[in-house]
């Protein structure tokens, strides 16, 4: 396989802003009320020992606008969120997403080939952490289970 990606997406939606009445009766715009979750997963990433290239980049959670399908050449280090195209030009109608990412392959703008990463509309991280530090290894060929 090479130059695929894929998703499982939650099939309801949920509010995570939504505009409140700031109350004073006047015509001011409304504040944004901004909401918060939490969630809990496993991963279990690892490198068959027998492929060559190494065939991943690394998995995702996302928060997205929508469930569209990604734009045409989100595979490898796009991870399913972006392209080529919407990384150069970034724009408020295009990466309406958040996502933590769980890097497996370092590109020119990763810390390393073991991380994770807030992406904030584009998959060059805003905030970054070694996973090495938590004792997870995203980019060895022993699978092991981790909930972060």
Same mark, same amino acid.
């Given at each position: ?5 894929? =998703? ?11 505009? %409140? ?12 009320? %901004? !909401?918060? /979750? ?12 027998? =492929? ?29 969120? *972006? ?14 997403? %958040?996502?933590?990412? /769980? ?20 998959? !060059?991280?805003?905030? *970054? ?8 290894? *995203? ?7 981790? *909930?972060?």
């Amino acid at each position: 396989m090479v130059n695929k990606f894929g =998703s499982v997406l939650l099939q309801c939606r949920f509010t995570m802003w939504r505009c %409140v009445d700031n109350g004073s009766g006047s015509a001011t715009a409304p504040r944004v009320q %901004v !909401m918060s /979750f939490n969630s809990t997963f496993s991963i279990n990433v690892f490198h068959l020992l027998d =492929s060559s290239p190494w065939p991943d980049e690394g998995l995702t959670f996302v928060v997205a606008s929508s469930r569209d399908k990604p734009s045409p050449g989100s595979y490898g280090g796009y991870l399913g969120l *972006t392209n080529a195209t919407h990384e150069a030009n970034p724009t408020p109608a295009r990466n309406h997403f %958040v996502a933590v990412e /769980f890097d497996t392959m370092k590109q020119d703008y990763d810390p390393s080939d073991n991380h994770v990463g807030l992406n904030v509309g584009s998959v !060059m991280s805003v905030k *970054t952490a070694n996973l090495t530090v938590f004792r997870i290894t *995203t980019n060895s060929s022993n699978p092991t289970n981790y *909930t972060p």
